[in-house]
């Protein structure tokens, strides 16, 4: 059994549509940070991508080479800085043990002086024997005085700064080398679909090459150009209706961006919105039809939407033709309910 059904037309409100350019929502090239040659090429052109993965692998043999020079200095230099530590400590202890030695000899000294004196006084011993006793006194004072300056002068001057300094460049060299490691595995800076690759395993390329682009297509990007009589539709509104030339049905996207002023070289006002694209249906680069209504209505050729068939994009229905049916190209429009607009191809 076929059903038929005449081409009618009905009431339809009046709707202005807008043509609009449909875009990824991210756009992120992958640049190289080193030279080097590629081992490995893990993901291709139309691959998905997560932020993060692998996209190829370079040749690391000189850079761990390089690293591994690097520690062996770095060890040199902190083994160095320890010894120099360590004996540092072990002047500044001698230093501080011979100034406790001397003060105790000098106080020693200074109660035997004291008891000469009263000798001297009572005429026991001579002035010559009590000015030996000053003279040793004035000795032991200027070794008390030279040892606590010594002292100062190694806790002042810190000797091995110089290879505190370079340990400190050795560490920051091997960080350094590190993070440069990690670039010869290049990654998605974002996630997305890997749009351009040209890129093949046993290539030589140099630092600052662009090596692929990723566009995030869920959701996607619309842009539209407004003159200022459809400004007035869209003022206000929070999302749109949309349309894919060829298909029936809409999609909504959401409004993002309204310009305030009109771009000086086209007078018009930049629309931007966003849709989300889990079908992978929206196709960037391509163009959608943005559905602005203006409460008018109009008569509209219009059939059941189950009389559409699709094949290779194009749309088509059926028409009888006396007892035969042929085939006719048409092209959609709006849909609603059960039936779809033709704007081409019925009469």
Known sequence: IVQTAPVSSVNWEETKEQIAEVLPSLQM???LKV???VTGVVKRKGDKVQEGDVILELDQTDILRQKKKLELSAAAARDQLEMARQELEDKLADLSDSITVTQNTLVEIEQDYNKMRNDYDAGLI????LEMMEHRIQSVRLELDSLIRKKQTLET??????????WESSRIALEEMERTLTYYQVKAPASGILTKMPVEEGMTLPAGSKIGLIERTDPVKIRAQ????????????QELDYRIPGETGTGKAKVVYL????DLATNTYTLELEAPNPNGKLKPGTRVYLLLNDNGQKRVIAIPSPAVLHDDGQAYVFVLSGEYAEKRVITLGRTRENIVEVTEGLK
């Open 29 to 31: 090239e992958v640049v």
């Open 35 to 37: 030279d080097g040659d």
């Open 126 to 129: 001579s002035q010559r024997e």
């Open 157 to 166: 001057n810190n000797p091995v700064s110089a290879l505190e300094t370079q």
């Open 226 to 237: 407004l003159t200022d009589d459809l400004l007035a539709l869209v003022e206000g509104k």
């Open 259 to 262: 310009a305030e002023v009109a």
